[in-house]
Each structure stands twice: as C-alpha cells, then as structure tokens.
C-alpha cells in the first residue's frame, strides 16, 4: 500500500533563512507524482510544487523546491528565504492512481511551520 | 482564474436538520473532490466525481450524499448528522489531462458544526 510519512510535527526557522520540511513515501508504482500543499490558519489548502516519477530535474517554483531522491524515496520541500507568511501546516501528498481523468492523493500527517522574526 | 468556491463558510446545524455545502469551480475542470478534515489531521478523501459521475465513495455514511449537478457546481448535502462529523469540509477539482490529473486546486472550506 502507498504510504506518505512526515516526521517532522513542528519545525521552526528564522525570517530570511532557508527550511527544509522531510517527506518519505512507499510505494510499487513506477508511475507516481508527488505533491506540497500549504494550509494556513483560514484553511485553504494551497498548492505549491510537484514532482512527476519520471521528472529528471528537481521541481522549482520561486521559493519552493523539491529536492527528489527517488533511490531514497523522498521528496523533501526546500523554502528559501522564509517570510512570515510561509507560517503554516504543511502537507506532502501522492498521487494514487491517475486514470479515468482523476486522482486520489494520499497525504502525509503534515508537519507545522513557524516562522520567527 | 485557480478559484475555487464555496459557502457557507462556517455552518452550525442541529442533528435532526438538512443542509447543503455548495462548491463551483470555472476552471473547466471535469474532477471535483470532497474531503473531510479533523483538526490537526490531513484530509479525508469522502468523494470523487468525475465528468458528473461519481467514481469514488469512500464508504461514507449515508447522511452524507454527494451530487454534482453539472461540471462546475458540486453539492454535499447533509441530514442526521452527529457531533463527531464537525469539521472542516474541502472541495477540490482538477483537470483531466489525457486521462491524467495533477494538482488539485482547493476551496476555501466549510466550517462544520453539529449540535
């Protein structure tokens, strides 16, 4: 069965430094994409990054990056330069399955990110 | 235009009341989602619907019942709901791409009260 671990509940960085928010997944699939969301406190969950099993190049969008260690199985979220309002639950998901023009995400537990000025 | 919508925002309701969450999207998306969420918790797949059929039911209980009306309104109506089902309720959709979807684009959320 596909699984999606975060072991990090909390995590804290200083305004202006670079975080990095842990994901491992399982899975047999050969075909798998793997997604972050961010929920603030209002509850959107908000889309940032994803990463394609077969992508050869680290996902970027702005701050955001996706460091994939396929052999390792992890997806790892880095934050450059953290702002206030990267202060959030944080949620990495899989893509289970991808037919019939849907998905079914399996998310990880989630892990806190506090920012400090 | 990455909206989506949904109302109310926050709903308190008694056991023995009927209600509907409503969720629209424009995105032209033919994939809509429910999910419901307990705090501190990820989300909970409840339903997919996809091109207005519905394609999964993760064994929800029946005073939970989806309908999808036309490919941009989803609704979750509810009826005989207990405590334990107050929570926060998701709407996403995303796009069909070849027979393949991404990212899910998600609503706001409805705060769910069950008195």
């Known amino acids: 069965a596909q699984k999606i671990t975060q072991t990090q509940p909390g995590m804290f960085v200083q305004e202006k430094e670079a975080v990095t928010l842990d994901c491992t997944y399982d899975?047999?699939?050969?075909?798998?994409?793997l997604f972050w969301y961010k929920q603030p406190s209002s509850g959107e969950m908000i889309f940032l990054i994803y990463q394609g099993s077969y992508d050869e190049q680290n996902a970027t969008e702005g701050r955001y990056s996706l460091n994939f260690q396929k052999a390792r199985k992890s997806a790892n979220l880095v934050i450059s330069a953290s702002q206030l309002g990267d202060s959030a639950m944080y949620f990495c998901?899989?893509?289970?399955?991808?037919?019939?023009?849907?998905?079914?995400?399996?998310f990880g537990a989630g892990t806190r990110l506090a920012v400090h000025p | 235009d990455t909206e989506v919508t949904q109302t109310p925002k926050h709903l308190v309701m008694g056991m023995t009341n009927k209600k509907s969450l409503k969720c629209e999207q424009h995105?032209?998306?033919?994939?809509m989602y429910w999910y419901k969420q307990k705090a501190k918790k990820p989300p909970e797949l409840m339903f997919v619907y996809s091109y207005e059929k519905l394609s999964i039911n993760e064994s929800v209980p029946s005073r939970f019942s989806p309908e999808c009306p036309n490919s941009s309104l989803l609704n979750l109506h509810l009826h005989a709901l207990q405590p334990e089902d107050s929570a926060l309720y998701l709407c996403?959709?995303?796009?069909?791409?070849?027979?393949?979807?991404?990212?899910?684009?998600f609503g706001p959320g409805t705060r769910l009260t069950v008195t």
């Open positions: 899975t047999s699939d050969q075909s798998y994409g």
């Open positions: 998901a899989m893509r289970e399955g991808a037919a019939g023009g849907y998905n079914k995400l399996i």
């Open positions: 996403a959709s995303s796009q069909d791409q070849g027979g393949k979807s991404y990212e899910q684009y």
């Open positions: 995105m032209g998306h033919r994939a």
